[in-house]
């Protein structure tokens, strides 16, 4: 069965500075998606930033990219010039290509420190 | 709607009494899913549905927990004689049409946090 692991319980970073979140999973699929969520504290789910497995170019979306080891099945978020808006649950989650399931690690709480 | 929309948004019930929560996924969505997040849990996927019909119902913790869906739009979990490791938030969301199985985003609702008491 498919599992996502995220190591990180919580993690802290200065404003402007750059931090990065862990996330492994496990699977035997080579066709799959992967996404790392925010969640502030208005609980609302959303999404950040997606990879395809079968890219091989790292997602990017402005100050948001990702480190996407395939081999090593490792998904790592990296936040550049962190913002005190930044600071949420972030899941991550993976979903095999033709299928609607998603899972999910169990989230790291991210703290951003003025 | 603009977004998926879930009621209660918070809810506080005696142990043994029965809760509906409700689900208005965004207009024109034809999946639908319910997942548990309980507290430093990830989230648990329960329950999903394409139009009206749930093909996948293998994430209900047991045979306390129900949903249903009717028109294609609205849904409703239901958790009868309530437990206290029940208390959770639980999340809905959707997909629109032809993403149910595609790499497309799912869009999540604010949750429904339940205690049990």
């Known amino acids: 069965a498919q599992t996502v692991t995220q190591s990180q319980p919580e993690m802290s970073v200065q404003e402007a500075e750059t931090v990065t979140l862990s996330c492994t999973y496990d699977?035997?699929?080579?066709?799959?998606?992967l996404f790392w969520y925010k969640q502030p504290p208005s609980r609302q789910m959303i999404l950040v930033i997606r990879?395809?497995?079968?890219?091989?170019q790292n997602a990017t979306e402005n100050r948001f990219s990702v480190n996407f080891q395939k081999a090593a099945k490792s998904f790592s978020l990296k936040i550049s010039d962190s913002q005190l808006g930044d600071a949420a649950m972030y899941f991550c989650a993976y979903r095999k290509s033709g299928t609607y399931k998603y899972i999910f690690g169990t989230g790291t709480r991210l703290k951003v420190l003025a | 709607g603009a977004g998926v929309s879930q009621s209660p948004s918070n809810k506080v019930t005696e142990k043994g009494k029965d809760v509906e929560l409700r689900c208005d996924p965004i207009?024109?969505?034809?999946?639908l899913y319910w997942y548990r997040q309980s507290l430093g849990q990830g989230l648990e996927f329960l329950i999903y549905?394409?139009?009206?019909?749930?093909?996948?119902k293998s994430g209900l913790p047991s045979d306390r927990f129900s949903a249903e869906r009717t028109g294609g739009s609205v849904s409703t979990l239901t958790i009868q004689r309530t437990q206290q490791e029940d208390s959770a938030v639980y999340l809905c969301a959707s997909t629109p049409p032809g993403t149910g199985t595609t790499g497309n985003t799912i869009y999540f609702g604010e949750g429904s946090w339940l205690t049990v008491v």
């Open positions: 699977t035997s699929e080579s066709d799959y998606y």
């Open positions: 207009s024109g969505h034809t999946a």
């Open positions: 990879q395809e497995a079968y890219k091989q």
């Open positions: 549905f394409q139009g009206n019909s749930a093909p996948d």
